[in-house]
Nanobody, 134 residues
C-alpha cells in the first residue's frame, strides 16, 4: 500500500520556523520527483517546492524562495521542508506529492507547479496543517 505521511505542522508565530517531514512507503521513493504543495483556506492548491528523484536539483515558488528549503533522504524514504521567516500568508495545509521520474518535454517541476488538484500527482499524502499567527 502506497503511503505518504506528513508531520511537523503546528502553530508558529510570524517570523518563526518549522520543519515538515514526509515519510514514504509502498513505492520506490528514489524513482520519484517530490513536491510540497499547499492549500490555504478558501484558496486553490499551490505548488511550493520540488526536489528531483536523486536529490540533486531543487526548485521553489517565488513566494517561498530564500525562506524554504526542500530536501530528501532516499535512504530513509523521507522528504523535508525547512520553513523560516514564516508569515500569515504561509498558513495552509501542506501536502507532499510524488511524480514518477520520467523524460518529458517540459521540466517536471514546471508541470508540477501547474497542477491544481492532488490527484494530478501520482501519489499524495493527507497533509499537515501549518498556522502562522501571533
Amino acid at each position: 500500500e502506497v503511503q505518504l505521511l506528513e508531520s511537523g505542522g503546528g502553530l508558529v508565530q510570524p517570523g518563526g520556523s518549522l520543519t515538515l517531514s514526509c515519510v514514504a512507503s509502498g513505492f520506490t521513493f528514489s524513482n520519484y520527483d517530490m513536491s510540497w504543495v499547499r492549500r490555504a483556506p478558501g484558496k486553490g492548491l499551490r505548488w511550493v517546492a520540488g526536489v528531483s528523484a536523486g536529490g540533486g536539483s531543487t526548485y521553489y515558488a517565488d513566494s517561498v524562495k530564500g525562506r524554504f528549503t526542500i530536501s530528501r533522504d532516499n535512504a530513509k524514504n523521507t522528504l523535508y521542508l525547512q520553513m523560516s521567516v514564516l508569515n500569515p500568508e504561509d498558513t495552509a495545509m501542506y501536502y507532499c506529492a510524488a511524480d514518477v521520474d520520467a523524460p518529458q518535454l517540459t521540466p517536471w517541476y514546471k508541470l508540477a507547479s501547474l497542477k491544481t488538484e492532488l490527484h494530478e500527482f501520482n501519489y499524495w499524502g493527507q497533509g499537515t496543517q501549518v498556522t502562522v499567527s501571533s
